[in-house]
């Protein structure tokens, strides 16, 4: 009987350590479900990553010379504003910034862990710049310098892997559950 409560222990183990792993999944926001358009202020949700204006508005444009590859997000100077800012997040989540697409005549992304990135003059040809280090985010904020267009596509996130003491907490709480059955 030993055997089999001990065998049975394991076997629970394995399923709740199973059921909690997950891969940290790559989510690419592509601007391809977005409606075309000026001057949006709405939430745009794609891949469970909501953007929002924090000020101004975006733009979502058809690709051309300047992106080339589908629709791609564009922040500019609107109604008299300095600049326009949206804000990603996953709704109080957690999540790694990776790499975008930009092709742009400048721009600002601040990160909630408190960095902030500025972009230069990438005027010609599209740039995928990788943003190592900024991980367990909450948002991300990407901001048009001045009169400039800050032009962006496939933003790329991740969510992170359950920490490994959290399954070992739920499997060692699995071992004391089935330890008190066979007490009771």
Known sequence: MKMTTNGL???LLVVV??????TAGAAIIDFESAALGTDQTSNYLEDGFRLSSVVGDYD???SDSFIGDGQYLALERTDGLLQSTVRIDMFGSLFNFESLVSSSFGGRISFSDGGTELFGDFVTEP???AFPGHTNLTWIELTSRSNDFFRIDNITLSVPE???LILSAAGLFCLGLVRLGRQA
């Open 162 to 164: 359950p920490s490994l």
């Open 127 to 129: 740039v995928t710049v």
């Open 9 to 11: 222990a394991a076997l």
């Open 17 to 22: 350590t199973t059921a909690f792993i997950q």
């Open 60 to 62: 979502i444009y058809p």
